[in-house]
C-alpha cells in the first residue's frame, strides 16, 4: 500500500500543479481582457490623458502590482513613453493636461498630477497644479513614486520664524511696510489673507492689503 501511495502521489502532484498553474494563467489573462474592454469602454478607446487613438493599451501607475480600474488608464504610445522616462518628457504634448486633469478618475488625476510636478518649474503646470483636487489618500498615492520631490532647486518659501509658507496661507505683517509706488504703508499687525507665491522667488509673496494686491518679502510676515 506504501508503495503504490509513493508512486502515484508525485505524478498526481504535478498533474494538479498543471492544471492549477494554467487556471491561474487563464484567469489572469481573463481579467487583463475585461479590464481592457472596459478601458475602452470608459475612454471611448481614446487615450485618457491626449485623446489620440492610436497605439493604445493599458497603463497601471506604479506602485501598483495588479492592474484594476481605479489604478489603471488606456493610453497611447506616447503618452506612456514619456510618463516612463522622463528624458522624453515634451513640455507641449502635455498641455493636454489642460482638459485631463478634470477627469474622474482617480488614475487620470494622479497621472496629471505626477506630470504636472515634473513639469511645474516651467510654470503653466503649476497653475494647473494649484487647480488639481486630490484627498489625502489619493495624493499620498500621487506622491508614492517620488514624483516632484526630486528637485533640489524647489522654491520654499519661510516666513520671518522659518515656517514653510503655501498659497492660500494667512499671514501678519511684523513690521510697518512701505508700499513701492505709492504713499501707503502697510501697517504692523495687519492681516493678509490667502496668500499668493512667487514661484521664481523665495523671498516674495502677494496678498491684498487695503483692497490692494502688493508684493511683501517673506521675512515681514508671521504665517497665521
Ligand atoms: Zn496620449
Redesign the pocket.
Known amino acids: 500500500m506504501n508503495k503504490k501511495k509513493a508512486f502515484r502521489s508525485p505524478t498526481l502532484e504535478r498533474l494538479f500543479r498543471y492544471i492549477k498553474m494554467n487556471t491561474v494563467l487563464l484567469s489572469n489573462n481573463q481579467t487583463i481582457m475585461s479590464l481592457e474592454r472596459l478601458l475602452q469602454k470608459r475612454s471611448n478607446t481614446s487615450?485618457?490623458?491626449?485623446?489620440?487613438t492610436e497605439n493604445l493599451s493599458i497603463y497601471t501607475l506604479l506602485p501598483s502590482k495588479e492592474p484594476t480600474e481605479k489604478n489603471s488608464l488606456y493610453?497611447?504610445a506616447?503618452?506612456?513613453t514619456q510618463t516612463t522616462d522622463p528624458e522624453t518628457t515634451e513640455e507641449n504634448?502635455w498641455r493636454?493636461l489642460n482638459d485631463s486633469m478634470w477627469s474622474e478618475h482617480i488614475a487620470v488625476k494622479t497621472l496629471a498630477w505626477r506630470m504636472l510636478s515634473r513639469l511645474r518649474k516651467l510654470g503653466w503646470p503649476q497653475d494647473l497644479l494649484d487647480m488639481l483636487y486630490l484627498d489625502e489618500d489619493e495624493l499620498a498615492f500621487a506622491q508614492a513614486t517620488g514624483e516632484g520631490e526630486d528637485d533640489e532647486n524647489k522654491i520654499i518659501h519661510k516666513d520671518s520664524n522659518g515656517v514653510t509658507l503655501e498659497a492660500g496661507d494667512n499671514v501678519v505683517l511684523i513690521k510697518d511696510l512701505p508700499v513701492k509706488g505709492s504713499s501707503m504703508v502697510a501697517k504692523r499687525g495687519t492681516a493678509v489673507r490667502r496668500i499668493s507665491l512667487d514661484h521664481e522667488n523665495a523671498e516674495y509673496i502677494e496678498g491684498k492689503v487695503d483692497g490692494q494686491q502688493i508684493v511683501i518679502i517673506t521675512k515681514y510676515v508671521k504665517k497665521i
Do not use: G, K, R
Request: charged share 10%.
Open positions: 487615450c485618457e490623458l491626449c485623446t489620440a493610453a497611447c506616447t503618452c506612456i504634448h493636454c
